[in-house]
């Protein structure tokens, strides 16, 4: 089966200490992932650092087989929903429409067919009586939603979403959990960074543990161990933050860049 | 008044320049100044329109006269770098953006003083005015001038129509508009170029902190107004152009009073009256809002004092009684200046009428007091079934909320504790 991400020997810091160390992974394509973690694992880095957005100290990603920029359309990013400030002045509408807006389409008109993707995208995540309403005058859930539906408006094969059931009550956690697995049956990829450990093996097909290293990967039966979870979440956490530390005081490099890709 | 007519009908040519410059300036700084607004970078205005001071003097040093493209390009030059410094701390180090502002605005305004001792002991010849640039000269502003900041106005209009939707893409969520493969560095290169280009042009006429103030007040006052970006920026532009015409007027009836403060004083006291009076969060807005929810309350409160009335001498069904303000005092304590308001007011609506101090209800009256009742009564029901609630809070619990229940949840309601009329307080 292909791959739809490949990373490989991944190792990102802010600064000084890693907070992505020697990650590899392959993941498959159609399925619903998760990656799970405590606070501060890496995961937003993670998910970052796939997308181009922060630079690997060594290692590379590959979407597709192929690097980003040769697949960029075909991936869609849901940032978090603090990252950005709500009070921005434009409505719903407006803000799924960004997810129209490509590089070689900027001189071209806002055509019929876009506007129909638009709000069919509004449809689907259930916000269509609100689509002209200013953004932030709108709940967390539906803030939420709205960047689920500009990511579809994008019209990718893999999303990749940062906590998108955060704040979301469960009748919208639901419906949007309905909205993956039309995806899923589409042939589309979603991974999901996911925090509530009750439902992790309800809502996916895989999953990746993440704590600065990888924990673990696999089908949620192979991972949710006992040994794993504590890996992960307790325990020898502390012994891998113990080193983290060390390295950020002594201002140690992790590894010279790409010695060993 | 003369004055006045003299000066729209620009009797005085030179109040065409100053009239125009205003208009071109003003529409630079706030177009792009706008967008630094959302996102967020309130203070780049000050951290350039100082920066750009040590690079006119070496614009001026290198040039050996007070040459305006020299001055123009050495400017552009400092204020871009000093943006650039501010990022590359933000970046780099730990430093917040507001303390990277200070440091960068103070090393170059500390440069500019070094630079002005300098040219002031050796330069020969005039190098009177470059301390224009602090406070600036609207007055002398020339036609070749008024040419320059059109030019400018121009550009900035242009690249804002044309990069619009990246524009808007990068301000709302950059990350996203970098994972859309949207050249973001280029985008923000533009942002900063245009912001140092309009506070360059600005600087001349208003001086530095006159234009770092145009930079990000008018936006700030049109975001009170407005949810919606085209709006918004129509709006800062309007507000800032009136008030850069209002600063040349009053500099033109009294001789020797400097236009840019006078500019800066008008944008505040738009920027204030916009903070009071706006619709959206405006502190007026608010107060009526409250006012308006209080009468309402009190309103149907009223309604409901008088259904009660009927209810104890079950005459509900019609509602037909008469009563005096004492009787309704008697279900419910009101205040009684505020009840014969609400009384009167509810007579102005035409939901009671009043015969000889005795109060009745009207064909209108005695539907909405009905539906008051209604909406309590649903409630307190609900609340019984759907929560854990002691019988004795119910009330309370209701009394507020029936106010604020709309048609579409009455529906819900109904249909959720399959009631029809106004059930009976049986719990
Ligand atoms: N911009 C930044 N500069 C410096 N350190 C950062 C930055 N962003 C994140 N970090 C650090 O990197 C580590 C991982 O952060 P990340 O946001 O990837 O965690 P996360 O797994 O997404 O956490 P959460 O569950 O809280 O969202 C944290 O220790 C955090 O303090
Ligand atoms: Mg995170």
């Not at chain 1, 992790?200 to 979870?229: C, M, Q």
């Not at chain 2, 400092?78 to 605005?105: C, E, F, H």
């Not at chain 2, 973001?184 to 770092?212: C, D, M, P, R, Y």
Request: charged share 20%; net charge neutral.
């Amino acid at each position: 089966m292909k791959s739809s991400i490949e990373v490989h020997n991944l190792t990102t810091a802010y600064g000084g200490a890693p907070v992505l160390w020697d990650i590899d992974f392959q993941l498959p394509t159609g399925q619903i992932i998760g990656i799970i973690g405590p606070n501060g694992s890496g995961k937003t880095t993670l998910l970052k650092t796939i997308m181009g957005l922060l630079d690997p100290a060594s290692g590379f990603v590959k979407v597709f087989d192929q690097p980003l920029d040769k697949v960029r359309e075909k991936v869609a990013y849901v940032p978090q929903r603090e990252s950005v400030d709500w009070d921005f002045p434009a409505s719903v509408y407006d803000v799924v429409m960004m997810g129209r807006y490509r590089k070689y389409n900027l001189f071209k008109r806002t055509k019929d067919p876009d506007r129909e993707i638009v709000l069919q995208s509004i449809e689907k995540v259930g916000l269509s009586e609100f689509k002209d309403r200013q953004i932030s005058r709108l709940s967390g859930g539906q803030q939420q939603r709205v960047f689920v539906a500009r990511a579809l408006a994008q019209g990718a094969d893999l999303y990749l979403m940062d906590e998108p059931f955060v704040g979301v009550d469960a009748a919208t956690e639901n419906s949007i959990l309905n909205l993956l697995s039309e995806m899923k049956n589409e042939g589309k990829t979603v991974v999901i960074i996911h925090h509530d450990l009750q439902t992790v093996s309800d809502y996916f097909d895989y999953l990746l543990l993440l704590n600065t290293r990888l924990i673990a990967r696999g089908t949620p039966a192979e991972v949710l161990t006992k040994e794993n979870l504590t890996n992960a979440y307790g325990g020898q956490l502390t012994l891998l933050s113990k080193v983290v530390n060390l390295i950020k005081q002594n201002e140690f490099p992790i590894r010279e860049k790409d010695s060993d890709v | 008044m003369n004055s006045f007519i003299d000066f729209i009908s620009f009797k005085d040519p030179n109040v065409i320049y100053v009239v125009l410059g205003m208009v071109f300036i003003n529409s630079s700084s706030v177009l792009i100044g706008t967008f630094a607004y959302l996102r967020k970078r309130s203070l780049i205005g000050d951290a350039v329109a100082h920066s750009l001071l040590p690079g006119l003097c070496l614009g001026y040093i290198l040039a050996g006269e007070k040459d305006i493209t020299y001055l123009f390009l050495g400017a552009f030059v400092t204020g871009w770098l000093s943006t650039y410094l501010v990022d590359y701390i933000v970046n780099k180090t730990k430093v917040k953006q507001d303390a990277a502002i200070g440091i960068v605005l103070s090393g170059f305004f500390f440069f500019f003083v070094v630079l002005l001792t300098y040219i002031q002991k050796n330069a020969a010849g005039n190098q009177g005015g470059l301390d224009h640039f602090l406070f600036g000269q609207a007055a002398a502003i020339n036609k070749q001038e008024v040419m320059l900041f059109a030019i400018v106005c121009i550009a900035i209009l242009l690249s804002i129509m044309i990069f619009y939707r990246w524009l808007i893409s990068v301000s709302f969520n950059m990350d996203f508009a970098a994972s859309m493969g949207l050249p973001v560095k280029a985008i923000e290169f533009l942002i900063t170029s245009l912001t140092v280009l309009a506070i360059a042009t600005g600087i001349q006429a208003l001086g530095v902190i006159l234009t770092a103030a145009l930079v990000i007040t008018p936006a700030a006052a049109a975001r009170f107004w407005t949810h919606n970006l085209r709006w918004m920026l129509v709006l800062a532009v309007s507000i800032s152009v009136i008030s850069g015409i209002g600063g040349a007027y009053v500099s033109y009836i009294k001789s020797g009073m400097p236009t840019g403060p006078w500019v800066v004083l008008f944008l505040s006291l738009i920027t204030l009256m916009s903070f009071s009076f706006s619709t959206r969060k405006g502190i007026l807005a608010s107060y009526l809002k409250a006012r308006k929810n209080k009468a309402k309350i009190l309103h149907e409160n009223i309604l409901k004092a008088i259904y009660q009335h009927h209810e104890q001498l079950e005459a509900e069904g019609e509602l037909d009684y008469s009563l005096m303000s004492s009787e309704i005092l008697k279900i419910r304590l009101f205040d009684t200046t505020e009840l014969l308001k609400g009384l009167r007011n509810l007579k102005r609506k035409g939901f009671i009428r009043e015969d000889n101090k005795m109060f009745s209800l009207t064909a209108e009256g005695k539907k909405e007091s009905r539906r008051i009742v209604r909406l309590h009564r649903l409630w307190e029901q609900y609340l019984l079934k759907r929560t854990t609630i002691d019988t004795d809070h119910v009330h309370a619990g209701a009394e507020v909320i029936e106010h604020i229940l709309s048609p579409e949840i009455e529906r819900e309601l109904e249909i959720e504790l399959g009631i029809e009329g106004i059930p009976k307080e049986d719990y």
